[in-house]
């Protein structure tokens, strides 16, 4: 007499493994999609229009992702599947955390002016000379836009003020200049009283230019800086975040 031992069938078939493993394809789909849309743009490979499109899409599918994430946790939990649970909750938790900085870009756009232009000094701004015909070919101009962004800029970035240091001028200008050099940024133009450089964001590889100027005067040497986009109305803050911290580092450096 033969006996036959039949392994019991898992709770609920194959409805919670389904939408587990399809949420993983979206995510790592959407992972692809939002990841590559800059690093694409950066190497010229795609243009700005097409790599904004990849990366809305992405955020679409990571939202699906996310949704199907959803289902799976409460399908997998009903079914008291764990593995697919687990799966579930997995594919959540890495769709927050990769829209955490689309997210904190969209918060930040909303919190600061819609400008592109940042200076220290907003009634005669450090002028852009060498980088000029780079700036002449981008979309932003190059001579400051005016009252009509110094006042914005006044109310968002009240704590934005030139440095006036008690150093030699050249000591000044040597600072300012390793300084950006530390940075990675593109060196235009070095001057007695003038430095012009070129920053270029790491995702999408937008190019910001900065220039520098020093003035002596009785109480030291005065360090304005310029920081303007050649492309976009608003910089979500990044040029301003770029001279404070460029002049906080420089103070330090010459302490």
Not at 42 to 47: D, E, K, Q, T, Y
Not at 157 to 167: K, N, T
Not at 172 to 183: D, F, I, L, T
Not at 197 to 206: I, S
Request: net charge neutral.
């Amino acid at each position: 007499m033969s006996t036959f031992s039949l392994r019991p069938r898992p709770r609920g078939g194959r409805w919670p493994t389904a939408p587990a493993w399809l949420g993983v394809l979206l995510l790592v789909a959407a992972a692809v999609l939002m990841g590559g849309a800059g690093p694409a743009h950066r190497l010229g490979l795609l243009p700005l229009g097409t790599a904004f499109d990849l990366l809305r899409l992405g955020a679409y599918l990571g939202v699906g992702a996310a949704a199907l994430g959803l289902l799976t946790l409460v399908i997998a939990s009903l079914c008291r599947r764990w593995r697919p649970a687990f799966v579930g909750l997995l594919v959540i938790a890495l769709v927050a955390a990769m829209m955490a900085v689309p997210w904190q870009l969209m918060q930040r756009a909303q919190a600061v002016p819609p400008i592109h232009d940042i200076t220290t000094d907003m009634v005669d701004p450090p002028a852009f000379e060498a980088l000029a015909a780079a700036r002449e070919a981008a979309p932003n101009a190059v001579d400051y836009p005016g009252e009509r962004f110094a006042s914005q800029q006044r109310r968002a970035y009240p704590g934005l003020q030139p440095l006036v240091v008690d150093r030699p001028l050249d000591e000044v200008m040597a600072a300012a200049e390793a300084e950006a050099r530390e940075r990675g940024w593109a060196i235009a133009a070095v001057e007695e009283t003038h430095l012009e450089a070129t920053a270029t964001t790491r995702w999408f590889g937008f190019e910001d230019d900065v220039a520098v100027r020093l003035t002596e005067q009785a109480d030291g040497v005065r360090v304005d800086v310029r920081s303007a986009s050649r492309l976009g109305r608003s910089d979500l803050g990044t040029n301003a975040a770029r001279i404070h911290t460029f002049l906080t580092d420089l103070e330090a450096r010459l302490r």
